[in-house]
């Protein structure tokens, strides 16, 4: 009876034993995971703090250069009816042919100027900046008849004469303003590579005001006119770009700017290709934009639907500017981490900022559905307009929607230097698949400008994202990671000094 007891008292005793040892273990499962989820909390938070530094000050960056085009229009808008079709047809269609390609080749600097940068290799900025802007300016010398030959050109895609004149005036006006572009957007990714943002910003505040100030003088203290209103667009163009220069060569940066340099003509050619593929990546998707709109002037009723596919594209493009601002800072990221060699930080950088912007396009789509028969009231009070846009609401939605989406990939690529790939799937999304496709729904299908845009949206968009999400997905970043090690060793040699400060 005894022995009986005390292996009962011992089984109990083993048994608490085992209780005990497992809620200890349960207790340490549990702070371990605790533990994981505050570490990658923590990491979120920091790599949120280094994107939005990029990003936050580029939102505003961007908003500003938009509204001094939205000003430049509204002056002229006072002017009359034909000045200003003339500064709208010469800013969008004559100007904005050269903008996509300047924009896109200057790109090329924020996978060069990224890496470097994130690589310590600091003296390499301002050689690549110097690069581009020889072939950015080159670039601007050949699209000069573009600009000489706006008013025949104009009258063979079937503008009136008398808008057609007045837009070739006004496009004389703005080769300033072409070159401007060249000057200042080097300028701007070389400062955002070494994340001196709040820089531009200031800069941006201060011409916008100054672009308001100076055309109310040259329109109506002056009485310039038109070419008042495309000279006060140069000025300001050129100002902010001088203000940026001055900024980075008195001082303020003085490992990446140590002045002009012959180095500066070194290896073109290579440098060439690589911004001529940037530049061909963002014209096939900037240009097949504008296609629509000459679309749809080729439907029934086709003012109605021009101006319901204008005041929807309007809001996207507004929008849109949020997650351009996405697009450069996630390419910023991806290139100071692969040029460091950090592969591993280089995909959470990529998660971070699609999570970022993803949320914050879902936000703008529901309120975008929940008011899709009210944001029209914004633009005009005809009841047909109002209520074709609210019809094309959930396709605006849509488009908000991969709008969040599609920039990050194109910032990684950007990032990486795979901008030759993706301009090979651009011609092919939009213009093989999107094109067509916005063509059979738009006539076959009789969807009129819904079924065109519906087309481009599903068939160039949504095609052109989901193959991104595919190459990236796949991508081998470790061997991403050594390209951009061996790129900053082929087109720079090493700067003693730099390697004494990283010695150091």
């Known amino acids: 009876m005894n022995g009986f007891k005390e292996r009962c008292a011992t089984h109990e005793i083993q048994t ?17 995971e605790d533990e994981e989820n505050e570490e990658l909390l923590s990491r979120v938070w920091i790599e949120s703090k280094k994107l939005w530094r990029i990003v936050g000050p580029n939102i505003i960056n961007r908003l500003a250069g938009y509204s001094m085009t939205v000003i430049t229009q509204a002056f002229a808008g006072h002017l009359g009816n034909v000045e200003l079709a003339s500064i709208s047809i010469a800013t969008n269609i004559i100007v904005g042919f050269g903008f996509a390609l300047l924009l896109g080749m200057a790109s090329a600097l924020e996978t060069l100027c990224g890496q470097a940068f994130g690589a310590k290799r600091y003296h390499m900025l301002g050689t690549y900046m110097q690069r581009s802007w020889i072939v950015l300016f080159c670039c601007c010398i050949l699209l000069l008849p573009v600009y000489i030959f706006a008013s025949p050109i104009l009258k063979l895609m079937g503008q009136s004469d008398d808008v057609a004149e007045q837009s070739g005036v006004v496009a004389l006006w703005l080769i300033p303003l072409q070159f401007s572009y060249a000057f200042q957007f080097p300028l701007q990714r070389f400062l955002q590579s070494q994340l001196k943002n709040l820089v531009t910003l200031w800069f941006s505040l201060a011409v916008l005001v100054l672009h308001a100030v100076t ?14 209103v495309a000279m006060a667009l140069d000025i300001s163009w050129w100002v902010w770009g001088l203000g940026l220069f001055w900024y980075v060569s008195s001082g303020r940066c003085p490992q990446s700017w140590a002045g ?40 029934e009723k086709a003012t109605l ?14 929008e849109l500017m949020i997650h351009w601002a996405f697009l450069v800072g996630t390419g910023v990221r991806v290139a100071n981490e692969l040029g460091a060699g950090n592969w591993k930080a280089t995909k959470f950088a990529a998660k971070v900022s699609m999570a970022e912007s993803v949320f ?19 633009f005009t009070s005809s009841t047909d307009l109002i209520q074709e846009v609210g019809q094309m ?15 990050v990939f194109t910032g990684i690529v950007v990032g990486t230097g795979l901008q030759a790939w993706v301009a090979y799937i651009n011609l092919f999304c939009y213009y093989i698949i999107g094109l067509p496709l916005a063509l059979v729904m738009g006539w076959i299908s009789h969807l009129g400008v819904s079924g065109i845009w519906g087309g481009m ?36 040699t090493p700067n003693p000094d730099n390697q004494i400060e990283e010695h150091k």
């Open 16 to 32: 608490k034993g085992s209780i005990h040892m497992e809620e200890s273990s349960s207790k340490n499962t549990n702070y371990s």
């Open 215 to 228: 055309s109310w003088v040259l329109v109506y203290e002056l009485d310039f006119g038109v070419a008042g």
């Open 260 to 299: 002009f340099s012959m180095q500066a003509f070194s290896g073109l050619w290579e440098f060439v290709k690589f911004s001529a593929a940037s530049g061909v990546m963002r014209c096939l998707e900037f240009w097949s934009y504008r296609i629509l709109i000459i679309m749809t002037g080729s439907l």
């Open 305 to 318: 639907a021009v101006d319901a596919l204008t005041i929807c594209m309007t809001i996207s493009g507004w």
């Open 360 to 378: 914050i396009g879902l936000c703008i789509c529901v309120i975008t559905i929940i008011l899709h028969d009210k944001f029209a009231y914004i």
């Open 393 to 407: 609401s959930y396709l605006l939605a849509m488009a908000i929607l991969l709008n969040s989406i599609q920039p």
């Open 457 to 492: 949206i599903f068939g160039g968009t949504a095609v052109q994202t989901v193959i991104l999400a595919i190459v990236l997905i796949r991508h081998d970043w470790e061997k991403e990671a050594q390209k951009a090690s061996q790129r900053a060793k082929k087109w720079l």
